[in-house]
């Protein structure tokens, strides 16, 4: 039950995001998460918001990344990569790089 609500809302929170943007706002997106995490592509940010979507919303609310800076998400991603029993190097990966992109 948790799992198809984490999904349903994956897909509600990327189809409403997606339809949404225009080219030149994703283009900005990619530049301002660039200089955050260089050279991450808008196929890996699209990656780790979906991982980060379908991994943290099943347990509690999502957090807007903005919320934390890059140094504050550290320690969260940590406590929480473990609760949530993700050992996957390159998920975790996708997920740091997606809220340190989005970080204040």
Known sequence: MKKN???LMMIYF???TSSSKNSSS???ELKHAQLKV???TMERFDAGKKLYVLNCSGCHS???PDKYST???KPILQ???IKAKLTD???KTLIADYVVAKSK
């Open 62 to 64: 999502l957090k807007k």
């Open 79 to 81: 406590k929480m990569f």
């Open 5 to 7: 609500f984490s999904l």
């Open 89 to 91: 190097e390159k998920e």
């Open 26 to 28: 994703t283009i900005d």
């Open 71 to 73: 140094e504050q998400w």
């Open 38 to 40: 260089p050279g991450i």
């Open 14 to 16: 990327i189809s409403c």
